[in-house]
């Protein structure tokens, strides 16, 4: 046990590598006053480990969020090369110190919260009554002698760590944050950190209730807040009434599915009596077959009338929800509505602003006006000199039209010319290609004439060869 949790601290935790365990294993309550920085590292190393080592439920004990500290613990984490680790209470004392464990009787008999500043004497510490209760201040420690005092030490970082994962688990309907304690055990074991015992539910809810304002509950039922609310309501006899109705639904599903796996297993064992021909072994494996379709027929219709009922409850909480929303709605609104003051505060408001702005504009006609409030503008001036911008006007448009009709002209005698160039070019075409044709039709009839005077040279030619024959 105690090679097999070393080699899991050492595959598991960064800080426990190989190389740092003789310093881990090291007297480390001689080296805190030795060497204040080693030891501070060590300590958290070891808190560190232990924290993981218990929640992932490697310790040599059932809790997971519960630290038992004694001679067993010591034993587990016993390395083969090092020993047992020494002066590991001191390493306790510190995580106690710190606020990282908490002393078991401390922490249930505390009214106040572990946040509250009047726990701690300083930012990482817990209060002092709780010291004293774990026996910290003024009578020792848990280290003692190298060994380590019996006690119980409550993980802090566990209980935050399930705080944080069952309220992201419940639902946000008034039906859904009611439940039994069963089903809240069961609800915690659906968690990373897994099933807990009945004294860790125990320290679970506490801390929930009293530390994170989270949930409240009784020896029956637990009741985590809305979402929307700062604390938790108190639970009412129509919670205890869900939570019962809830835990039964549970109970008579769990139930069925077992009388369901009976009639399958008695229908089973009739068959292979009747081909082993034993009539009397299939006569009472029907017999019990039947009077378990019997009960699982009456927990069936059971079950469907609890289910109806809930439905209609979930409806009603529904309906309440909403109701105290309208409620809330309609004061917010009543209260708004009065610090206005009504329609005719809202008018008189209004004249009032309509008025100072008129005011404002008669103050801004006062402030435009010429200091001199004698003088007066010559109109006659104003006419010549609107008469001088008109002629102006009209002499710049007049000459605009003119530019644009030289360029229209220009553009014009542009087109004439190129269109005389290409009649040009044309005729000069057509000259060149008259001549052309003369003197191919000139060529064509000299070698018309040259072909006839071959033609009379070869026909003289044969002649005189034949005559030449017959002369011969």
Known sequence: MSTDLVEWLVEHEPEFRKSRLPSLYSDLAQQKSANADGFAANASAWQAALTRASLAGQLPTEQKIIIQTSARLLDALRSP????????????????????????KGFNAAEQSIYQKSWIPSPWAIIRWSLRQAGLLGRGSYDQDGGLKQGQLVVVEGLENLSSQLQSRVGPAVTDRIMSREAFAQLVSETEIGSLTTIEIETLLRFLSRDKYALTYDAHTVKFKARSSERPDLITQEDSTIASIKSLIASLEVQISAMTSRVATLQNTAQAAVQSKNKHAAMSALRSKKLAERNLQQRAATLNQLEEVYARIEQAADQVQVMQVMQSSAQALKSLNSRVGGVEAVDEIMDDLRMQMG????????????????????????????????????????????????AKLAALES????????????????????????????SSQKLERMHLDDGQIHDETQRKEGTQLLAE
Do not use: C, M
């Not at 090092?82 to 995580?95: E, H, K, N, Q």
């Not at 006007?393 to 530019?403: G, I, P, T, V, Y």
């Not at 005729?427 to 003369?438: F, I, K, S, V």
């Open 415 to 442: 087109a004439e010319k190129a269109a005389k160039q290409k009649a040009s070019e044309a005729a000069d075409r057509q000259t060149q290609d008259d001549a052309l044709e003369a003197e191919l039709s000139s």
């Open 359 to 406: 005011q404002v504009d008669k103050v801004g006609q006062v402030i435009s006006e010429p200091l001199d409030g004698k003088t007066v503008l010559d109109e006659g001036e104003l006419d010549d000199e609107f008469e001088a911008l008109e002629k102006e006007e009209l002499a710049r448009k007049e000459e605009l039209q003119a530019e644009g009709t030289r």
């Open 81 to 104: 090369q090092y020993g047992r680790p020494t002066g590991l209470g001191a390493v306790f004392d510190s995580a106690v110190h710190s606020g990282r464990f908490v002393d078991l």
